[in-house]
């Protein structure tokens, strides 16, 4: 059973880059055919999608994001990151990351199998 496990600094400031790493166990992001994701939902907003990195290690964003997003992997340590830059205080949410099964560029949460218990980032200064 794949669990899935956030980490990362809970407040940012202003301008800086928000840097969050997924611990893997249960499955290889390397040889899984899932998708590794990463979601966001700020307070009192809806899920938002960010992307995802594949098995192959190819990224796909949210057009919202592709411009500040980062997803990398270390498959040595079964883990993938998310970096977003320039981050404002509208980037304050709890962060998931999640194996996602089909490959899609938004939000499907029937998509989304098994999710990490999240973390929340608060940029602020």
């Known amino acids: 059973q794949v669990q899935l496990q956030e980490s990362g600094p809970g407040l940012v400031k202003p301008s800086q880059t928000l840097s969050l790493t997924c611990s893997v166990s249960?499955?290889?992001?390397?040889?899984?055919?899932?998708?590794w994701a990463w979601i966001r939902q700020p307070p009192g907003k809806g899920p938002e999608w960010v992307g995802v990195?594949?098995?192959?290690?190819?990224?796909y964003y949210s057009p919202w994001f592709k411009s500040r997003a980062s997803i990398s992997r270390d498959t040595s340590k079964n883990q993938f990151t998310l970096q977003l830059n320039s981050v404002t205080p509208e980037d304050t949410a709890v962060y998931y990351c999640a194996n996602q099964v089909y490959y899609s560029l938004a939000y499907f949460r029937g998509y989304l199998e098994r999710w990490g218990q999240g973390t929340l980032v608060t940029v602020s200064s």
């Open positions: 990195i594949g098995h192959n290690g190819y990224t």
């Open positions: 249960g499955d290889s992001i390397a040889t899984s055919y899932y998708y």
